[in-house]
């Protein structure tokens, strides 16, 4: 199934929508799959009849207890011209065991493309003062998608907004100003040499970095823990990274009651993660 899901990820990309309906009417249509796969394969399906309706999935999600702010995704991989090393492990591509995720995803990724007028009458209906995280899954394809979502962050202020990419070609080929309310963190396993990261770290939205590093077996998820940071800061070490904040596992209250990667106080220090 998950060959068939980046299939229809590649089509997605493309707009290729004809491909797209024809493998979903199968998966609809066909006994062998599970009766969730059949019944959102035809939700969407509906919606792709005529997509000026409004779309069957949340466009924005609002998170849980690990991330507690509003976030939106697309797919992954094939929206990530950044993506190096990373392509092989992408954690992402879990969510497509559940079909409603995988359907948001292609959902979300055809709005974006089309910069249609649902999701932004979506953006705009978010409450007062939201703290947003753009792309848990997938990046910006694009310098259109970049300058998309830069200007609907300058028409609203109080929206608080921050992100991991790797799309830096993109992110440096915006020539408008800079939204002074989203942050961005640079995501460990590009593909970009140092020339680019040195132009990239100049931008004003940039944060810092945001690597994952190997840990102990043992400690692997143990966020927290003694064990964990112990072994977290050996890889630092290992690694050259000496002024830098272990990510807790969990957002919000991070670090003192501040959301360390969307924080201002937190710029030029490199926030760890075991890689999980």
């Known amino acids: 199934m998950r060959q068939l899901c980046l299939n229809l990820a590649y089509a997605v990309r493309e707009l290729n929508l004809g491909f797209l309906r024809w493998h979903l009417s199968r998966i609809a249509q066909k006994s062998a799959h599970h009766s969730t796969w059949k019944h959102n394969a035809w939700k969407l399906l509906e919606w792709l009849k005529d997509t000026s309706q409004l779309p069957p999935f949340t466009i924005f999600a609002k998170g849980n207890k690990k991330l507690p702010f509003w976030s939106f995704s697309v797919l992954p991989i094939v929206t990530c011209p950044g993506a190096g090393i990373c392509a092989t492990f992408c954690y992402s591509l879990k969510a497509w065991r559940y079909p409603r995720a995988f359907l948001r995803q292609v959902q979300n990724t055809i709005l974006i493309l089309t910069q249609s007028r649902h999701l932004v009458d979506a953006f ?57 309310n989203y942050k961005l963190n640079l995501s460990s396993g590009h593909n970009h040499s140092k020339r680019t990261e040195k132009r990239i770290k100049k931008l004003s939205v940039t944060r810092g970095d945001f690597v994952a590093l190997p840990v102990e077996k043992s400690v692997v ?56």
């Not at 703290?131 to 300058?154: H, N, Q």
């Not at 990667?261 to 890689?275: R, T």
Request: proline residues 4%.
């Open 124 to 180: 705009y209906a978010l409450p007062k003062k939201s703290i947003m995280r753009l792309y848990v899954d997938g990046d910006f394809d694009s310098l259109d998608s970049v300058t998309f979502w830069f200007e609907l962050l300058k028409n609203r202020p109080d929206i608080q907004a921050y992100g991991y990419s790797k799309s830096w070609f993109e992110l440096l080929g915006y020539k408008g100003d800079l939204p002074k």
């Open 221 to 276: 998820g143990k966020y927290g823990t003694t064990e964990y940071k112990a072994s977290l800061k050996k890889s630092a070490v290992n690694n050259g990274i000496d002024k830098y904040f272990a990510c807790p596992g969990k957002c919000e209250f991070c670090a003192k009651g501040r959301h360390a990667c969307g924080s201002e106080k937190f710029n030029g220090v490199s926030i760890l993660i075991g890689l999980h």
